[in-house]
């Protein structure tokens, strides 16, 4: 739920108690909203940043610049009376302005490291199941994302999200044990090229 709802209305949050127990959504951050209004990001639904051009105008952006790169990307005005948010970027039909009060969100460190690299390992997992593979989500905790199983063949899978590609080696280095066959999937926008992953070998490749 985390992944998939980085922010919820209050009354929604309200039927979750073990969410509202751990307190894990807060009030909307005063850099993620303007005149009382917030928009979600078309590709991880939560709040944009919003970058103020006055007192009637801001411009409105994915916090990932990987998404504002792909068109996350709005200019919010008021004209004749109420807010309207227009594209200002590749995504041609604009999300829907809601109203800060209301509404709850997670932290941007939750959003950084839960919400993207959740919603990598979601796209990774429904693409292996077409192919007819069988996928467990963490299957060990946090010592990677997927399994992936097919014929017999066991691939273990860790989704990276960070842009330093050095500081994904470096780490890796340091377990080289647990590091071994590992297959890491990383956004392909690092490249700037279409689609959403690339993966790479760690190792020997299973099969």
């Known amino acids: 739920m985390l992944v998939t709802t980085p922010v919820m209305a209050r009354r929604a ?12 959504y807060t009030a909307i951050s005063p850099m993620q909203q303007f005149a009382g209004w ?27 610049l990987r998404h ?10 008021l004209r004749d009376g109420p807010w309207w948010l227009d594209p200002a970027g590749a995504i041609r039909t604009a999300p829907e302005l809601r109203p800060v009060e209301g509404h709850v969100a997670l932290s941007y460190g939750l959003w950084q ?26 299957p060990y905790g946090d010592s990677y994302d997927l399994q992936i199983t097919k014929r017999g063949a066991v691939w273990r899978v860790d989704v990276k ?22 297959i890491v999937a990383f956004p392909n926008t690092w490249a700037d090229t279409p689609g959403s992953l690339r993966v790479c070998w760690a190792g020997t490749a299973p099969g």
């Open 113 to 138: 490291w839960i919400v993207l690299p959740g919603l990598l390992e979601i796209e990774l997992k429904e693409r292996a199941e077409e192919a007819g593979a069988n996928v467990r989500l963490g």
């Open 13 to 24: 949050l309200a039927r979750h108690a073990y969410l509202v127990d751990l307190g894990v």
């Open 38 to 64: 917030w928009a979600p990001c078309p590709f991880c639904k939560w709040t944009m940043r919003a970058v103020p051009k006055g007192r009637h105008a801001a411009d409105l952006l994915c916090e990932d």
């Open 161 to 182: 999200t960070w842009a330093d590609p050095q500081g994904i080696a470096e780490r890796m280095r340091e377990d080289p044990d647990g590091c071994s066959g590992l």
């Open 68 to 77: 504002a790169k792909r068109g996350a990307r709005f200019e919010m005005s």
